[in-house]
């Protein structure tokens, strides 16, 4: 053999052990250790980020909605879930139970001349003079992690709705605000028909504004509710059904309004199990 071929046998060799031993040691790093999970990739052409940064559009995204379960019927008592823990304290619930017991009991009046706007002022006006109007005050007090366009406007924000414990993520759009209602816990329709026919204009502008009257919710629960009262729609959520109540009870009080007797029998019922 000639002394290049050997030169180039010795240099091969010399290889196949470098390469060798390279694998050995980087299978033992591996195997103690030292090398983390993800090094590799961090560092390797084919890495995927996990997170993007990318800049704001005009347009709104749509907005997505998921329950963790869904009632066979929101409007009914006995087919609603429990996901989400009640605000209420006993002793909520023992003010709430006294004060019903002074409210009048007799029959709704008629809808007659019923008018949202006409009766209870434009939705949604600045009535304690802060700069917002009452639907971006309740949506900044419901929603958590919300960004505003300017001092007042929600634009974005996470809801959990305690009509239902959904979780929503609201983008505000002419497609997607929807998703995300304001609710009036004593809706202006049952309020007109018992006895705030008798208030004046600017009291019940007071009360269609009211924050203790208005929750952030999801538009479905929204939409099934209408103008019912407590014989006729309760929250699908069980665990708030008490605040619920104890708030209607509160407003009606407050505003000096009256309950109807099968709206009376529905709000014990609730208030007796609280």
């Given at each position: 053999m000639t002394s290049r071929r050997r030169r180039r046998t010795r240099i091969s060799l010399t290889s196949v052990l470098v390469v060798l031993a390279l694998a050995v040691g980087g299978y033992a790093l591996d195997a103690t250790g030292v090398l983390g999970p993800d090094a590799d990739a961090a560092a390797g052409p084919t890495a995927v980020a996990t997170a993007t940064v990318g800049t704001e559009s005009d347009a709104p995204e749509p907005s997505r909605a998921s329950s963790p379960t869904d009632p066979t019927d929101p409007t009914d008592p006995t087919d609603a879930t429990d996901p989400t823990v009640s605000t209420s304290t006993d002793t909520d619930a023992a003010d709430a139970r006294a004060l019903l017991a002074t409210l009048p009991v007799k029959g709704k009046a008629p809808g007659t001349g019923y008018d949202r706007t006409g009766e209870f002022g434009s939705?949604?006006?600045?009535?304690?003079?802060?700069?917002?109007?009452?639907?971006?005050?309740?949506?900044?007090?419901?929603?958590?992690?919300?960004?505003?366009?300017?001092?007042?406007?929600?634009v974005t924000g996470t809801l959990v709705s305690p009509y239902t414990g959904a979780t929503i993520d609201f983008v505000r759009g002419n497609t997607t605000s929807t998703l995300v209602q304001i609710d009036h816990v004593v809706a202006l329709e049952n309020a007109w028909r018992t006895g705030a026919q008798q208030l004046s204009q600017s009291e019940r502008e007071a009360l269609a504004n009211d924050p203790s009257n208005l929750f952030a919710v999801d538009g479905r629960s929204n939409s099934q509710k209408r103008s019912g009262d407590a014989a006729t729609w309760l929250p699908a959520n069980k665990a708030f059904r008490c605040t619920y109540i104890e708030h209607q009870v509160s407003v009606k009080a407050e505003y000096r309004l009256w309950v109807a007797p099968a709206e009376r029998d529905a709000m014990e019922r609730v208030l007796g199990a609280c």
């Open positions: 939705a949604w006006i600045d009535v304690d003079h802060n700069g917002c109007d009452t639907r971006n005050d309740v949506l900044a007090r419901d929603l958590s992690g919300i960004v505003r366009q300017g001092p007042c406007k929600v």
